[in-house]
């Protein structure tokens, strides 16, 4: 069972505490009941200070020298622009002292602390917002300039009341278990909104905080790195610069485009964010996890870092070996291939095809056309793994010569494309869960519906094409900050670098793998203008990865990851030898997400105790199979008969939602 708690740092899920249990796809909503605020808890007028100001009940936020400035999240616990010349008194204003306004956890379990008359949040834990400034550029200390990284913590003792005694409530856990959810340009102050209760419970037993951060140049922090103004100026190109190889009939023609496409992306980053790009490379974010441990004030780190996340953890222990405590790298890249030209792409292709063949189609024809739409007979013959995959080949073949017209009530006429479906394909692959509704809507399709392909391909555009004009957000997503970080990683890469070299490696992608091949090629192309603006980033890290850390770290690889193939993941293990081990996690998506109880323990003792395998790697294997998840548990018995009427478009949007976190290129952000 997965809990998401939706909202982001301007949107914290609110204290009517809405969630959503997805069970095998299906959504069920709980709401919890809005807790009324008794009377005789309301606020207390503050005696001191500013005389008539209103106090919480549980004492005035942020804390005297917190480094974090940490105070309950509302919609407006936004950090401070960088412009504020007293930010720190901006903040201080912006503190809501109603409790009720407040994000607040579920009611944990493990607490024995139940809400009552005095203490009606009691046994929750509570959603912190803050930020931490940290050195633009760490390698010259006559530059003043800062960046500002937007927090959010989850603290799972909640908070104290300043009348009532609970002695564990409002106390920072022994340690944090930091997360980072790749990217780059994942947000991790929305990963915490979506994720943290879950990690602390599977990783800690509901023990430690959780704490997430936007990196520099995303999202929250400051400033974030967009290169177009608005999210629908970054579409008109995309839909043209990220045609797919096969729909191509000129490919040098393509390639011209695309790169001079990125040459003005390239000039727009330049024009708008100035030196920035210089100072984002995976090193300085290591460096600011180091700031992070520091402000925690833990002797060591603990964390949970995803996907691209992996790297920076990788470049994290290299550079600061002594500080390294119970880290956990899921979803491994090998950080070394990122400093070759074009690496952090075609190093990334091993197995999408293979998720897409025996999980996709596989696990759909052993699921049965009860749980997978494209298992239902056809022509009176039930279903061969080998038919269906010749049928979607005609199918996407069919695409390639022609889209299908479609039309949506809320975007209106549109079409299913080529690109567009295969884009699909690719960012279902890192998720199963979405594997009914894309299972569906490709059935459908095939039988001359387009509609609801037609409403899932929608979603895969920055702006949103079902939100009128005008309310188009006006900050755009700060997707371009992903080009800065890759681009900076190998700014020395001594690869050819005409165009002629790119078209190779444009081909040799895409033949080797049809699924990921562009999408992964179109990530690096824009590498070539980087170092007409940035020649020399101030930092990348360039040693070994092999040192003798205080800790060893667990390294987590999956089978059938289409983003970070467990090649990688044992390329990584052998540099790393006793420094590390290696889960070998047999089951489908990025990351340890297809749920296995054996992964799940070893990363729970590794956390808590440091305890570790002493197998250099581990077998575990995925406890359910896509289709069928919660099929058979106690209960669900009904779910699964309806489970065909599910509701495909909102699954297929929360795996967008979460898709952003980890590829934002392939979500729309
Ligand atoms: C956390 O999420 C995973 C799926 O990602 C799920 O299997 C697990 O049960 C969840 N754990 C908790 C404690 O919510
Ligand atoms: C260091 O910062 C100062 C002040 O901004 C600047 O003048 C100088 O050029 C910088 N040095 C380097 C090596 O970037
Ligand atoms: C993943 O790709 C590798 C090639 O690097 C291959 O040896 C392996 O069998 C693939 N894994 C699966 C599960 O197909
Ligand atoms: C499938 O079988 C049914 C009943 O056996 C028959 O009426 C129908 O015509 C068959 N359909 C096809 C496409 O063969
Ligand atoms: C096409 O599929 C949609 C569901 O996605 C359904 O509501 C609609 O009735 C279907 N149209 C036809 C003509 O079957
Ligand atoms: C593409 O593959 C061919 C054949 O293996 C190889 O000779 C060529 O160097 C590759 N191109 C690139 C850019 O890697
Ligand atoms: C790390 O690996 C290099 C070879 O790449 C080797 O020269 C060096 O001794 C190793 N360092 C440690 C601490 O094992
Ligand atoms: C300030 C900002 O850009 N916030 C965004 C952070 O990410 C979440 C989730 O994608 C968005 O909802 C916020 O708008």
């Given at each position: 069972m997965e809990k998401l708690t939706i909202g982001s740092s301007q949107q914290p899920p609110n204290h009517r505490v809405q969630s959503r249990w997805v069970v095998s796809g299906l959504a069920i909503t709980t709401l919890i009941s809005f807790i009324t605020f008794p009377h005789s808890f309301s606020f207390i007028t503050s005696q001191h200070d500013s005389g008539n100001q209103l106090q919480s009940p549980y004492g005035q936020f942020p804390l005297p020298k917190d480094p974090f400035h940490l105070q309950p999240c509302t919609p407006s616990t936004l950090p401070p622009p960088l412009t504020d010349p007293s930010p720190e008194r901006t903040w201080a204003a912006i503190?809501?002292?109603?409790?009720?306004h407040w994000s607040w956890g579920l009611q944990s379990k493990h607490h024995d602390a139940a809400p009552s008359q005095e203490d009606p949040y009691a046994g929750r834990g509570i959603y912190l917002c803050g930020w931490l400034d940290v050195p633009l550029d760490y390698t010259n200390k006559s530059d003043a300039r800062i960046t500002r990284l937007a927090v959010t913590k989850f603290q799972v003792s909640g908070l104290a009341p300043i009348n009532a005694h609970r002695s564990s409530a409002g106390k920072k856990s022994e340690r944090t278990i930091v997360i980072e959810p790749g990217g780059?340009?994942?947000?991790g102050t929305s990963y915490v909104w979506r994720a943290a209760e879950n990690f602390t419970q599977r990783l800690s037993d509901g023990k430690l905080d959780v704490l997430g951060w936007d990196p520099r140049?995303?999202?929250?922090?400051?400033?974030?790195?967009?290169?177009?103004?608005?999210d629908v100026d970054r579409d008109r190109w995309n839909l043209i610069t990220s045609q797919q190889r096969a729909v191509v009939t000129d490919y040098r023609a393509q390639l011209e485009f695309a790169d001079a496409l990125n040459a003005a992306k390239m000039r727009g980053c330049w024009e708008r964010h100035g030196d920035f790009p210089r100072f984002v490379s995976t090193a300085f974010v290591a460096r600011d996890v180091e700031q992070i441990r520091l402000a925690l004030g833990e002797e060591s780190l603990t964390g949970y870092f995803v996907s691209y996340g992996t790297g920076i953890g990788q470049t994290y222990v290299s550079m600061f070996p002594r500080h390294v405590g119970n880290l956990i790298l899921d979803g491994t890249e090998y950080v070394r291939d990122h400093r070759l030209r074009g690496g952090f792409g075609w190093t990334?292709?091993?197995n999408a095809t293979d998720a897409w063949h025996d999980g996709f189609l596989g696990e759909c024809v052993k699921a049965g056309p009860k749980y997978c739409a494209l298992a239902k007979e056809k022509d009176n013959k039930s279903v061969t793994l080998k038919d269906l995959e010749s049928r979607m080949e005609s199918l996407l073949s069919s695409l390639k010569d022609r889209p299908v017209p479609g039309y949506t009530s809320n975007g209106g006429p549109t079409l299913v494309t080529y690109s567009a479906l295969v884009y699909s394909i690719y960012g279902a692959m890192y998720n199963a869960n979405s594997w009914p509704a894309l299972a569906e809507a490709l059935y459908d399709l095939e039988s001359g519906n387009a509609t609801l392909a037609s409403s899932m391909l929608e979603r895969t555009w920055s702006f949103d094409p079902e939100l009128p004009c005008s309310l188009t957000p006006e900050v755009p997503t700060s997707e371009e900050l992903g080009d800065m970080v890759i681009c900076a990683d190998a700014y020395d890469a001594t690869e050819p670098d005409d165009l002629d070299w790119w078209l190779s490696l444009w081909k040799n992608m895409t033949t080797q793998n049809w699924i990921a091949g562009d999408s992964r090629f179109y990530g690096v192309l824009p590498c070539r203008h980087f170092n007409t603006y940035w020649p020399e980033p101030a930092e990348v890290y360039r040693g070994d990865l092999n040192h003798t850390l205080s800790h060893p770290v667990l390294l987590i690889a999956e089978t059938y990851d289409p983003a970070t193939p467990l090649r990688n993941g044992r390329r990584l293990l052998q540099e790393m030898g006793r420094n590390a081990r290696l889960v070998a996690h047999h089951g489908?998506?990025?990351?340890?997400?297809?749920?296995?109880k054996c992964t799940d323990s070893i990363a729970r003792e590794y956390i808590l105790h440091g305890t570790l395998p002493d197998e250099a790697e581990t077998n575990c294997y995925a406890d359910e199979k896509p289709y069928r998840y919660g099929v058979g548990k106690k209960g669900a018995s009904s779910l699964s008969e309806t489970f065909v009427e599910q509701d495909h478009l909102r699954t297929w949007r929360e795996h967008l939602r979460e898709l952003a976190l980890s590829n934002p290129r392939l979500s729309g952000a």
């Amino acid at each position: 069972m997965e809990k998401l708690t939706i909202g982001s740092s301007q949107q914290p899920p609110n204290h009517r505490v809405q969630s959503r249990w997805v069970v095998s796809g299906l959504a069920i909503t709980t709401l919890i009941s809005f807790i009324t605020f008794p009377h005789s808890f309301s606020f207390i007028t503050s005696q001191h200070d500013s005389g008539n100001q209103l106090q919480s009940p549980y004492g005035q936020f942020p804390l005297p020298k917190d480094p974090f400035h940490l105070q309950p999240c509302t919609p407006s616990t936004l950090p401070p622009p960088l412009t504020d010349p007293s930010p720190e008194r901006t903040w201080a204003a912006i503190f809501d002292p109603n409790p009720a306004h407040w994000s607040w956890g579920l009611q944990s379990k493990h607490h024995d602390a139940a809400p009552s008359q005095e203490d009606p949040y009691a046994g929750r834990g509570i959603y912190l917002c803050g930020w931490l400034d940290v050195p633009l550029d760490y390698t010259n200390k006559s530059d003043a300039r800062i960046t500002r990284l937007a927090v959010t913590k989850f603290q799972v003792s909640g908070l104290a009341p300043i009348n009532a005694h609970r002695s564990s409530a409002g106390k920072k856990s022994e340690r944090t278990i930091v997360i980072e959810p790749g990217g780059p340009g994942g947000s991790g102050t929305s990963y915490v909104w979506r994720a943290a209760e879950n990690f602390t419970q599977r990783l800690s037993d509901g023990k430690l905080d959780v704490l997430g951060w936007d990196p520099r140049g995303v999202n929250a922090s400051l400033p974030a790195i967009s290169c177009f103004p608005h999210d629908v100026d970054r579409d008109r190109w995309n839909l043209i610069t990220s045609q797919q190889r096969a729909v191509v009939t000129d490919y040098r023609a393509q390639l011209e485009f695309a790169d001079a496409l990125n040459a003005a992306k390239m000039r727009g980053c330049w024009e708008r964010h100035g030196d920035f790009p210089r100072f984002v490379s995976t090193a300085f974010v290591a460096r600011d996890v180091e700031q992070i441990r520091l402000a925690l004030g833990e002797e060591s780190l603990t964390g949970y870092f995803v996907s691209y996340g992996t790297g920076i953890g990788q470049t994290y222990v290299s550079m600061f070996p002594r500080h390294v405590g119970n880290l956990i790298l899921d979803g491994t890249e090998y950080v070394r291939d990122h400093r070759l030209r074009g690496g952090f792409g075609w190093t990334a292709l091993d197995n999408a095809t293979d998720a897409w063949h025996d999980g996709f189609l596989g696990e759909c024809v052993k699921a049965g056309p009860k749980y997978c739409a494209l298992a239902k007979e056809k022509d009176n013959k039930s279903v061969t793994l080998k038919d269906l995959e010749s049928r979607m080949e005609s199918l996407l073949s069919s695409l390639k010569d022609r889209p299908v017209p479609g039309y949506t009530s809320n975007g209106g006429p549109t079409l299913v494309t080529y690109s567009a479906l295969v884009y699909s394909i690719y960012g279902a692959m890192y998720n199963a869960n979405s594997w009914p509704a894309l299972a569906e809507a490709l059935y459908d399709l095939e039988s001359g519906n387009a509609t609801l392909a037609s409403s899932m391909l929608e979603r895969t555009w920055s702006f949103d094409p079902e939100l009128p004009c005008s309310l188009t957000p006006e900050v755009p997503t700060s997707e371009e900050l992903g080009d800065m970080v890759i681009c900076a990683d190998a700014y020395d890469a001594t690869e050819p670098d005409d165009l002629d070299w790119w078209l190779s490696l444009w081909k040799n992608m895409t033949t080797q793998n049809w699924i990921a091949g562009d999408s992964r090629f179109y990530g690096v192309l824009p590498c070539r203008h980087f170092n007409t603006y940035w020649p020399e980033p101030a930092e990348v890290y360039r040693g070994d990865l092999n040192h003798t850390l205080s800790h060893p770290v667990l390294l987590i690889a999956e089978t059938y990851d289409p983003a970070t193939p467990l090649r990688n993941g044992r390329r990584l293990l052998q540099e790393m030898g006793r420094n590390a081990r290696l889960v070998a996690h047999h089951g489908y998506g990025h990351s340890s997400r297809d749920t296995s109880k054996c992964t799940d323990s070893i990363a729970r003792e590794y956390i808590l105790h440091g305890t570790l395998p002493d197998e250099a790697e581990t077998n575990c294997y995925a406890d359910e199979k896509p289709y069928r998840y919660g099929v058979g548990k106690k209960g669900a018995s009904s779910l699964s008969e309806t489970f065909v009427e599910q509701d495909h478009l909102r699954t297929w949007r929360e795996h967008l939602r979460e898709l952003a976190l980890s590829n934002p290129r392939l979500s729309g952000a």
